[in-house]
C-alpha cells in the first residue's frame, strides 16, 4: 500500500455492493463511491479542493483492508461509502478513511514507447518534431517573459503541482528582481524539461491531460463492442463516431472566471507504459449532464463486451493514470487496433499459513528475476530497428512479457525472456555504454538528436529581493529572528538527509521534485512521486511549526514578519557562505595562503 494520510474527523460506514462483470471483464475493477457530504469532510480536513473550491470529484484511499477508488455520487447518504469485492484485498475490521491522493488536472506528455505506437499506427513523424520544437522554443521564451513563464507553468501542471507555485511567484516579480531562488527554480524547470525531452522524448502535448479514471455509475457512456472492432470500408463520419467507445472528460482551469470545459470529439486514451499496438484506444469524447459534476477525471462506460481500461495496457480503476489527447494531428489513422489480451495470472495458493520464510523467499526471488527494465529496453531497440516496428512478432512477444513483468509482484511468476528476444545492437539514443550501438535515423534518434541540453547551476549570487530585505516588516521581524534560525538549522538537516538519501545534487532538485540525477532507490516515473510525498512532508511539518510559534495564527498580518525574519535569515546566511566560497577561491589562486599555520 502506498503511503497515506488517515482523516481523524471522518469515520465512515461501509456499504458492499457488486461488481459490474461481464464476459470475464471486471469494469468496476478498484472503484467505489463516496458521499458529496463525506468528500466535504475530507477537503475541509485535508484543506483541498478543485479550483472552483469544490471537493475534488474522486480519491485513491485505503480503508481497512480495502483500497482503490471512490468517486462522488448521490447514491451514498451522508457517511457513506460503497465499496466492491475488488476492492477488498483482505478482512479487516474498518477503521478510518485514509487518503492516497485526489483528483486533479497534469499535463499531458508523450514518451518513446507512445511515439513508436503512435508512429506504426500512422502518426506523421513531423508532427513530434513540431510539438517538441514548440515546446523548446516556448520554454526559453518563458525565460525573459513573466507572462509567457506564468501561462506555461499554468498550463504544463506536473504531478505534484509544483509549476503552480513557481507560477505564483512570477506572477509576485520575483523573477523581474532575479531573486536567486525562483532565478533558480526556473533554471533548474529548463534543464529538466530539456534533459527529460532529450533522454525520453517527453513532450508536453497542450492539447491533452493525464488523469485518475472512474467510471460511468450511470451507464449512459456507450463502451466497447466486438462488432464494431472491424467496421466495414465507406462509412460516413458519425457512423465511424458511433463504432468507438464513448468517455466523459470535464476539464478545469487555472484562469480565474473560466468554468470546466467538457471536450467533445476524436481522442486518443492510454495508459504508461504503451507497448503494444491495441494500448492506445480511439474514443469518442461526448458530453452527458449526468456526468457533470465531475471534474478532472477520464469516465470510463460500464457497457460493453470489454471493459476499455483493461485494453489499455492491462489497466483497472484502482487508481491508475490515464493520459488523454485531444490534438487531432496524434489521432492515428488506424482506430481499432485488436487490444492485447491483459488476462493476468493467478498466484499459486498455499494449503498452510504464509510465514516469515516464504515472504523473505519471495522478496530474495523477486530481487534476482525482476526483468522489467530489461524487457523495456528489448521492446524499444527491436521496435526501432526491425521494419515493423511495434507490429513486429518480437515486440509482440515482449509486450506481453513486459505484463507479466508488471504483475510479477503480485502473481510471483516470473516472466522469462528468451535470448532470441534480446537485441545484438542498440539505437544511440538510448546511451548504452560499452554496447554495441548504431546511429538511428528513425523518429526517436531524431528527436534524441533534435534536442541540446544545458547544464544546471544555481544562482545563488543574485541578489535577494530588497522588497523583503528592506519592508516595513522589518523591525516588527526582529523578534522571530531566533527562531527563525533555529527551524533553517532543523530545515538544512532534514534537506540534506532527503538529498543523501536519494543522492540529489541541489535542493532545489528537492524542493520542486525537478531531479536531474539520483541514485537507483527507484526507477524515474516513481521518483517524482516518492519525492513528492518527502518534499510535501517537510514543508508541511515547516509550516506546522511556524503556525505552532504563532499561536495557531495564520493571517497575513502575523504570518508576514516571521516569513520576512525566515527570508532575512536565509539571505544572511547566503552571503557567508558565499563569502567563505569567494575566499577558499581567492587561495586557490595563490602559491601560498598567507597567515596559515605551519
Same mark, same amino acid.
Given at each position: 500500500?502506498?503511503?497515506?494520510?488517515?482523516?481523524?474527523?471522518?469515520?465512515?460506514?461501509?456499504?458492499?455492493?457488486?461488481?459490474?462483470?461481464?464476459?470475464?471483464?471486471?469494469?468496476?475493477?478498484?472503484?467505489?463511491?463516496?458521499?458529496?457530504?463525506?468528500?466535504?469532510?475530507?477537503?475541509?480536513?485535508?484543506?483541498?479542493?478543485?479550483?472552483?473550491?469544490?471537493?475534488?470529484?474522486?480519491?485513491?484511499?485505503?480503508?481497512?483492508?480495502?483500497?482503490?477508488?471512490?468517486?462522488?455520487?448521490?447514491?451514498?447518504?451522508?457517511?457513506?461509502?460503497?465499496? *466492491?469485492?475488488?476492492?477488498?484485498?483482505?478482512?479487516?475490521?474498518?477503521? !478510518?478513511?485514509?487518503?492516497? !491522493?485526489?483528483?486533479?488536472?497534469?499535463?499531458?506528455?508523450?514518451?518513446?514507447?507512445?511515439?513508436?505506437?503512435?508512429?506504426?499506427?500512422?502518426?506523421?513523424?513531423?508532427?513530434?518534431?513540431?510539438?517538441?520544437?514548440?515546446?523548446?522554443?516556448?520554454?526559453?521564451?518563458?525565460?525573459?517573459?513573466?507572462?509567457?513563464?506564468?501561462?506555461?507553468?499554468?498550463? %504544463?501542471?506536473?504531478?505534484?503541482?509544483?509549476?503552480?507555485?513557481?507560477?505564483?511567484?512570477?506572477?509576485?516579480?520575483?523573477?523581474?528582481?532575479?531573486?536567486?531562488?525562483?532565478?533558480?527554480?526556473?533554471?533548474?524547470?529548463?534543464?529538466?524539461?530539456?534533459?527529460?525531452?532529450?533522454?525520453?522524448?517527453?513532450?508536453?502535448?497542450?492539447?491533452?491531460?493525464? @488523469?485518475?479514471?472512474?467510471?460511468?455509475?450511470?451507464?449512459?457512456?456507450?463502451?466497447?463492442?466486438?462488432? &464494431?472492432?472491424?467496421?466495414?470500408?465507406?462509412?460516413?463520419?458519425?457512423?465511424?463516431?458511433?463504432?468507438?467507445?464513448?468517455? =466523459?472528460?470535464?476539464?478545469?482551469?487555472?484562469?480565474?472566471?473560466?468554468?470546466? !470545459?467538457?471536450?467533445?470529439?476524436?481522442?486518443?486514451?492510454?495508459?504508461?507504459?504503451?507497448? &503494444?499496438?491495441?494500448?492506445?484506444?480511439?474514443?469518442?469524447?461526448?458530453?452527458?449532464?449526468?456526468?457533470?459534476?465531475?471534474?478532472?477525471?477520464?469516465?470510463?462506460?460500464?457497457?460493453?463486451?470489454?471493459?476499455?481500461?483493461?485494453?489499455?495496457?492491462?489497466?483497472?480503476?484502482?487508481?491508475?493514470?490515464?493520459?488523454?489527447?485531444?490534438?487531432?494531428? @496524434?489521432?492515428?489513422?488506424?482506430? &481499432?487496433?485488436?487490444?492485447?489480451?491483459?488476462?493476468?495470472?493467478?498466484?499459486?495458493?498455499?494449503? *498452510?499459513?504464509?510465514?516469515?520464510?516464504?515472504?523473505?523467499?519471495?522478496?530474495?526471488?523477486?530481487?534476482?528475476?525482476?526483468?522489467?527494465?530489461?524487457?523495456?529496453?528489448?521492446?524499444?531497440?527491436?521496435?526501432?530497428?526491425?521494419?515493423?516496428?511495434?507490429?513486429?512478432?518480437?515486440?509482440?512477444?515482449?509486450?506481453?512479457?513486459?505484463?507479466?513483468?508488471?504483475?510479477?509482484?503480485?502473481?510471483?511468476?516470473?516472466?522469462?525472456?528468451?535470448?532470441?528476444?534480446?537485441?545484438?545492437?542498440?539505437?544511440?539514443?538510448?546511451?548504452?555504454?560499452?554496447?554495441?550501438?548504431?546511429?538511428?535515423?528513425?523518429?526517436?534518434?531524431?528527436?534524441?538528436?533534435?534536442?541540446?541540453?544545458?547544464?544546471?547551476?544555481?544562482? @545563488?549570487?543574485?541578489?535577494?529581493?530588497?522588497?523583503?530585505?528592506?519592508?516595513?516588516?522589518?523591525?516588527?521581524?526582529?523578534? =522571530?529572528?531566533? %527562531?527563525?534560525?533555529?527551524?533553517?538549522?532543523?530545515?538544512?538537516?532534514?534537506?540534506?538527509?532527503?538529498?543523501?538519501?536519494?543522492?540529489?545534487?541541489?535542493?532545489?532538485?528537492?524542493?520542486?521534485?525537478?531531479?536531474?540525477?539520483?541514485?537507483?532507490?527507484? !526507477?524515474?516515473?516513481?521518483?517524482?512521486?516518492?519525492?513528492?510525498?518527502?518534499?510535501?512532508?517537510?514543508?508541511?511539518?515547516?509550516?506546522?511549526?511556524?503556525?505552532?510559534?504563532?499561536?495557531?495564527?495564520?493571517?497575513?498580518?502575523?504570518?508576514?514578519?516571521?516569513?520576512?525574519?525566515?527570508?532575512?535569515?536565509?539571505?544572511?546566511?547566503?552571503?557567508?557562505?558565499?563569502?567563505? @566560497?569567494?575566499?577558499?577561491?581567492?587561495?586557490?589562486?595563490?602559491?601560498?595562503?598567507?597567515?596559515?599555520?605551519?
Amino acid at each position: 500500500f502506498s503511503t497515506t494520510r488517515a482523516l481523524a474527523g471522518c469515520m465512515v460506514t461501509v456499504k458492499r455492493i457488486p461488481d459490474i462483470t461481464r464476459n470475464g471483464y471486471c469494469f468496476s475493477d478498484g472503484v467505489g463511491k463516496i458521499s458529496k457530504f463525506t468528500t466535504r469532510v475530507i477537503a475541509s480536513e485535508m484543506g483541498v479542493s478543485d479550483p472552483y473550491g469544490e471537493p475534488p470529484s474522486a480519491y485513491q484511499f485505503r480503508l481497512g483492508g480495502c483500497k482503490g477508488m471512490l468517486t462522488i455520487s448521490s447514491d451514498p447518504i451522508v457517511n457513506d461509502v460503497h465499496i *466492491r469485492p475488488s476492492q477488498i484485498k483482505f478482512e479487516a475490521e474498518h477503521k !478510518r478513511l485514509e487518503i492516497i !491522493r485526489w483528483s486533479q488536472f497534469s499535463a499531458a506528455t508523450l514518451n518513446r514507447q507512445l511515439i513508436l505506437v503512435l508512429t506504426a499506427l500512422g502518426v506523421k513523424g513531423q508532427i513530434f518534431h513540431d510539438r517538441l520544437n514548440v515546446m523548446l522554443e516556448s520554454i526559453n521564451y518563458a525565460m525573459h517573459s513573466d507572462k509567457q513563464a506564468v501561462e506555461l507553468l499554468q498550463k %504544463f501542471v506536473d504531478p505534484n503541482r509544483m509549476t503552480l507555485a513557481l507560477a505564483q511567484m512570477v506572477s509576485a516579480g520575483f523573477r523581474r528582481t532575479n531573486e536567486p531562488f525562483v532565478s533558480s527554480m526556473l533554471a533548474l524547470w529548463k534543464s529538466w524539461h530539456q534533459k527529460y525531452l532529450k533522454e525520453k522524448a517527453k513532450i508536453l502535448i497542450d492539447q491533452g491531460a493525464s @488523469l485518475l479514471g472512474v467510471l460511468d455509475e450511470t451507464g449512459t457512456l456507450k463502451g466497447y463492442f466486438d462488432r &464494431h472492432a472491424s467496421p466495414r470500408k465507406g462509412l460516413t463520419m458519425p457512423e465511424r463516431l458511433a463504432s468507438l467507445p464513448q468517455i =466523459f472528460v470535464q476539464i478545469s482551469s487555472m484562469e480565474k472566471g473560466v468554468w470546466p !470545459r467538457v471536450i467533445q470529439g476524436v481522442c486518443i486514451v492510454a495508459r504508461n507504459p504503451s507497448l &503494444h499496438p491495441g494500448d492506445i484506444r480511439v474514443v469518442h469524447a461526448v458530453d452527458c449532464p449526468a456526468l457533470r459534476h465531475l471534474v478532472d477525471v477520464i469516465v470510463f462506460p460500464q457497457t460493453g463486451d470489454r471493459d476499455l481500461t483493461s485494453m489499455c495496457s492491462g489497466g483497472d480503476l484502482d487508481g491508475d493514470d490515464y493520459l488523454v489527447i485531444w490534438d487531432a494531428d @496524434l489521432i492515428p489513422s488506424q482506430w &481499432h487496433v485488436k487490444p492485447l489480451n491483459y488476462a493476468g495470472r493467478n498466484a499459486p495458493d498455499l494449503d *498452510r499459513d504464509v510465514t516469515i520464510n516464504d515472504i523473505t523467499t519471495f522478496y530474495v526471488t523477486y530481487m534476482k528475476n525482476d526483468s522489467l527494465p530489461r524487457i523495456a529496453h528489448a521492446h524499444m531497440a527491436n521496435a526501432d530497428q526491425l521494419a515493423n516496428g511495434v507490429y513486429e512478432p518480437k515486440c509482440i512477444r515482449l509486450a506481453q512479457l513486459h505484463s507479466d513483468a508488471v504483475d510479477y509482484n503480485k502473481t510471483g511468476i516470473p516472466a522469462v525472456m528468451d535470448r532470441g528476444l534480446e537485441p545484438r545492437h542498440w539505437p544511440h539514443f538510448m546511451e548504452k555504454k560499452n554496447k554495441r550501438t548504431y546511429r538511428s535515423t528513425r523518429i526517436l534518434g531524431q528527436l534524441y538528436d533534435a534536442v541540446k541540453t544545458e547544464d544546471f547551476t544555481p544562482n @545563488l549570487s543574485n541578489p535577494f529581493d530588497s522588497r523583503i530585505l528592506e519592508c516595513n516588516l522589518v523591525k516588527e521581524s526582529k523578534k =522571530f529572528e531566533q %527562531f527563525a534560525s533555529e527551524l533553517k538549522v532543523n530545515y538544512d538537516t532534514s534537506m540534506r538527509r532527503i538529498m543523501a538519501q536519494y543522492s540529489i545534487r541541489t535542493e532545489f532538485e528537492v524542493w520542486s521534485t525537478f531531479v536531474l540525477e539520483h541514485n537507483s532507490m527507484c !526507477r524515474d516515473y516513481k521518483l517524482h512521486e516518492d519525492l513528492g510525498k518527502v518534499a510535501s512532508g517537510l514543508k508541511t511539518s515547516i509550516q506546522d511549526r511556524c503556525y505552532k510559534h504563532l499561536g495557531g495564527k495564520r493571517d497575513f498580518g502575523h504570518v508576514a514578519p516571521l516569513a520576512v525574519a525566515m527570508y532575512r535569515i536565509t539571505h544572511q546566511e547566503a552571503q557567508d557562505a558565499l563569502a567563505t @566560497l569567494r575566499g577558499e577561491n581567492a587561495y586557490d589562486d595563490l602559491d601560498e595562503a598567507p597567515g596559515l599555520p605551519d
